[in-house]
């Protein structure tokens, strides 16, 4: 047998492989390292292995110290972690470390690591521990793990307290400051702000290095109280800072803590009272929706209505939303307002009364102090959903002289009064075939330009407790309305609802809503706007109709409509108005009462006789034309620094309605 041939028959056959995956066992292989960061894998055990450190015989030992080889400093080795090992001393940190975030006493094992943040600000808790220890076992324990821990920490709350008593801080000790738990004070937007600090870090940005404060504070969502979160930004500095000139920092130690705490305790009981609905008087800075990452602010000086259920309602992109409370919150019972309230508190419907019913929390102090500085709502005059500061909030002063403006009969006033009243008191009594439907009540009012139709509803003949809903009404009797009716005023124009059908039917929608929610009423200027009758050749204007046909059919609240084409409305429509009341011209006698009412209003110096007045009540115009001539007169009459007088009156006549007086 040839050479080749017997080194043939030497070699062993390989085994053939299994198909991939479905051999049935383990194949283990074991790192090999070469260094930091440099390593391979091999089927084999390296032969130089340390024996493991998790042993039974070092499981007996209360504490575990790992150490490294220091780096140039004062120690040779430098601890890396405490692992505390002892069940004795777990229960004592147990107390001491309880509600510390990101610490659990409880764990096995449980590890420090530097610079021991939980131990450093909960020290005067150790310290006291310790030395209120009865147990000898424990108490030995406590002293071991004091004897590690305290060279430890020393130096740094040496460093700590020299740096409180200056008033500065570095950014490399900040976090010596910042305790869990701690009311920490900012101001945003000028507002003296006040946050409870859950967690603190240093953290690194595209902008930079900051120092991060994670942060609660106290909404309402429009049916409980809760805990809103916020992240606090603490830019990194060079040197020594004045702790209170940080952006953020501990209350106490602002230099007029007591002064400080005073304020926002006030704005918090102002800010729980605020819960629910209410109709206030707002000016100063409003927030509206972000845009591009930015608040959007309004200037806003009117009217409001507060209500965080509406505004999350209409506003599910800019949701509020909170956190209930863990405890601390006693709990009482909410109070429903009383229907006949005649404060500015606009009163709930019968929908949410049950929800006022159930339980609400009464905040503690300490939640009062970190209220949001924000309620939300609605403007009215400018129509915008908005966030509102408390502080810039108050209350309406009311007139109780604005009806006496109104140049009505007074049976007809009391025809219109008792048609709210009793939608008020009846309005679930009575329903249509199918349920919901026709519970609402329609009015309208017909008549030429100028003579009251819109003074009427704006004059405020309503119950105290209904809302006013206006659609494209004239602002000079705005403050009727509010003076009288005590309640808000909505403004709309045609053209804020868009000519687009579907957009027209969203946006009449939502009002509609909302005039339920708040027991509004809707008031429809120029209605044949919307309501004219239908032809066969505009299939738009048909759809629009329609639209305003079947939306209102299902309103439960007033609405009141005001045209001079009562002629032109679609026969549709005409069968649903409850009543409808006629204007004639304004006759001398009502013209004399609205020269002398605007006149009056203008608080202007003037020489006009009674029997000039007169003389002007004969002339043939509306309440509009009269208001515009005496508007333009005082103008001119301010312009000469001269008292108004009827050859002021006559001028501008001449000029704008080509009368002789």
């Known amino acids: 047998m040839g050479f080749l041939s017997k080194l043939k028959l030497g070699r062993k056959t390989p085994k053939p492989l299994e198909p991939e995956g479905m051999k049935c066992s383990i194949k283990n292989l074991y790192y090999v390292s070469h260094g930091p960061g440099h390593g391979y894998w091999a089927d084999k055990m390296p032969k130089r292995i340390p024996e493991p450190t998790d042993t039974p015989e070092n499981s007996q030992f209360a504490l575990v110290v790992k150490q490294r080889p220091g780096h140039g400093g004062k120690k040779k080795f430098e601890i890396e972690s405490i692992v505390i090992q002892s069940p004795l001393l777990k229960a004592v940190l147990n107390n001491v470390l309880k509600d510390f975030p990101g610490v659990t006493p409880g764990l096995s094992p449980l590890t420090f690591t530097p610079p021991f943040k939980p131990l450093f600000h909960r020290w005067d808790e150790l310290v006291e521990a310790v030395r209120e220890e009865k147990n000898p076992v424990t108490k030995t324990h406590l002293d071991l793990f004091f004897s590690i821990v305290e060279p430890e920490l020393k130096d740094t709350i040496k460093v700590r307290d020299e740096f409180i008593a200056h008033g500065v801080v570095t950014f490399q000790h900040i976090w010596t400051i910042f305790q869990a738990g701690t009311m920490i004070f900012t101001t945003q937007d000028d507002q003296e702000c006040a946050y409870k600090l859950i967690n603190s870090m240093e953290v690194q940005t595209n902008c930079g290095k900051f120092y991060q404060l994670e942060c609660e504070n106290v909404d309402w969502d429009g049916e409980k109280f809760g805990k809103s979160l916020r992240n606090l930004m603490i830019p990194c500095f060079s040197g020594t800072h004045p702790i209170s000139e940080l952006n953020a920092f501990p209350l106490e130690y602002h230099p007029q803590q007591k002064e400080v705490k005073g304020r926002l305790l006030d704005r918090g009981r102002r800010f729980e009272q605020l819960r629910g609905q209410h109709y206030k008087m707002y000016k100063g800075i409003a927030l509206g929706k972000p845009m591009w990452g930015r608040k959007t602010k309004y200037n806003i000086n009117g009217r409001i209505i507060i209500d965080t259920h509406s505004f999350n309602r209409f506003n599910p992109d800019t949701l509020v939303s909170v956190q209930g409370f863990e405890g601390g919150a006693t709990v009482t019972s909410t109070e429903v307002p009383d229907d006949s309230s005649h404060d500015s508190d606009t009163t709930v419907d019968d929908s949410d009364r049950e929800n006022q019913k159930t339980p609400v929390a009464k905040l503690t102090e300490e939640q009062l102090l970190m209220t949001s500085t924000i309620v939300r709502g609605y403007a009215l005059k400018d129509k915008k959903w908005a966030s509102f500061y408390v502080d810039s909030i108050s209350e309406i002063q009311f007139s109780e002289t604005a009806f006496d403006s109104l140049v009505l009969p007074g049976a007809r006033k ?59 009404i004239p602002l000079t009797l705005i403050d009727a309305v509010a003076e009288t009716m005590r309640a808000p005023l909505y403004t709309m124009s045609a053209g804020d609802l868009g000519l687009v059908p579907e957009d027209i039917e969203t946006k009449l929608s939502e009002i509609l809503e909302m005039a339920t929610r708040w027991k509004a009423v809707l008031l429809l200027d120029e209605a044949d706007v919307f309501l004219e009758q239908r032809t066969t050749n505009d299939l738009e204007r048909n759809k629009l109709v329609s639209i305003f046909l079947r939306i209102l059919e299902y309103y439960e609240g007033i609405l009141f409509l005001t045209t001079n084409r009562v002629q032109t409305f679609d026969s549709a429509f005409q069968s649903r108005i409850h009543i409808t009341i006629n204007y004639p011209d304004l006759t001398s006698s009502s013209r004399r009462l609205v020269w002398s009412t605007f006149l009056a209003a203008s608080n202007a110096p003037q020489s006009l006789t009674d029997e000039e007045i007169d003389g002007l009540a004969e002339l043939p115009m509306n309440g509009r034309q009269i208001k515009n001539v005496v ?14 007088d009827r050859g002021h009156i006559e001028n501008v006549l001449t000029i704008t309605q080509g009368i002789e007086a």
């Open 414 to 472: 009391e025809l219109i009064l008792a048609f709210a009243e009793s939608q008020l008191k009846c309005k679930k009594t009575f329903d249509d075939v199918i349920q919901g439907k026709g519970r609402g009540i329609i009015m309208l009012l017909s008549g030429p330009p100028g003579v009251g139709k819109t003074l009427t509803a704006e004059s405020g003949i309503l119950p105290s407790n209904y809302c006013a809903f206006r659609v494209s």
């Open 631 to 644: 508007k333009t007169a005082l103008l001119l009459a301010a312009r000469k620094n001269v008292p108004l």
